[in-house]
Antibody, heavy 122, light 107 residues
Framework: QVHLVQSGAEVKKPGASVKVSCKAS????????MHWVRQAPGQGLEWMGW????????KTAQKFRGRVTMTRDTSTNTAYMDLTSLRSDDTAVYYC???????????????WGQGTLVTVSS | DIQMTQSPATLSASVGDRVSITCRAS??????LAWYQQKPGKAPKVLIY???TLQSGVPSRFSGSGSGTEFTLAINSLQPDDFATYYC?????????FGQGTKVDIK
């Protein structure tokens, strides 16, 4: 059974950075795009970007460009999302999610991490 | 960005009802559309992908239809476990975008 296990909750001050990890198991990590999605309290879902674990290539939504860096470590099957210059409106649950179709970038997300709450507060 | 608009925002229904949720895209997304169910404190769960394909393990009372700009998620004979929030997502355009959600609650 595919598992995506994320790092624990974080509390950060405005202006700081946070790095969220997502460890994958029970499938070939390199074969499936990994996406990052966030959800502010009581709000909807917002797609942030993807990483191709095989090549390391990334694509980030314009809104987050310059503040988000997505990386991976293929030796540990772990994806990372680094968000800098945190603001109060970055307070959200951050999810990693696997693209369902290994042969296409255009696919729904079939497995999700449990979510990581990042709270930004002075 | 492609805007996804769901209706209604809230839907009150009873166990056994058939319910439908609509999702409209601001431009064609072909059939690159998914539906997710989310319960409080949990990650979303995919129900339907490619507009009408049922994800493995999802009960057959869920169905999806549509293409282009208008899509529907139907739930036949609503069960207690189905009270949740539902989101549509388009994954054709960049950035991928979600609808604002439809909360299905108990009448």
């Amino acid at each position: 059974q595919v598992h995506l296990v994320q790092s624990g909750a974080e509390v950060k001050k405005p202006g700081a950075s946070v790095k969220v990890s997502c460890k994958a198991s029970e499938y070939t990590f390199n074969d499936y795009y990994m996406h990052w999605v966030r959800q502010a309290p009581g709000q909807g879902l917002e797609w942030m970007g993807w990483i191709n674990p095989d090549s390391g290539g990334t694509k980030t939504a314009q809104k987050f460009r310059g503040r988000v860096t997505m990386t991976r470590d293929t030796s540990t099957n772990t994806a990372y999302m680094d968000l800098t210059s945190l603001r109060s409106d970055d307070t959200a649950v951050y999810y990693c999610a696997r693209g369902r179709d290994s042969s296409s970038l255009y696919s729904a997300f079939d497995y999700w991490g449990q979510g990581t709450l990042v709270t930004v507060s002075s | 960005d492609i805007q996804m608009t769901q209706s209604p925002a809230t839907l009150s229904a009873s166990v056994g009802d058939r319910v439908s949720i609509t999702c409209r895209a601001s431009q064609s997304v072909s059939n690159w559309l998914a539906w997710y169910q989310q319960k409080p404190g949990k990650a979303p769960k995919v129900l339907i992908y490619d507009a009408s394909t049922l994800q493995s393990g999802v009960p057959s009372r869920f169905s999806g239809s549509g293409s282009g700009t208008e899509f529907t998620l139907a739930i036949n004979s609503l069960q207690p476990d189905d009270f949740a929030t539902y989101y549509c997502q388009q994954y054709q355009g960049f950035p991928q975008t979600f609808g604002q959600g439809t909360k299905v609650d108990i009448k």
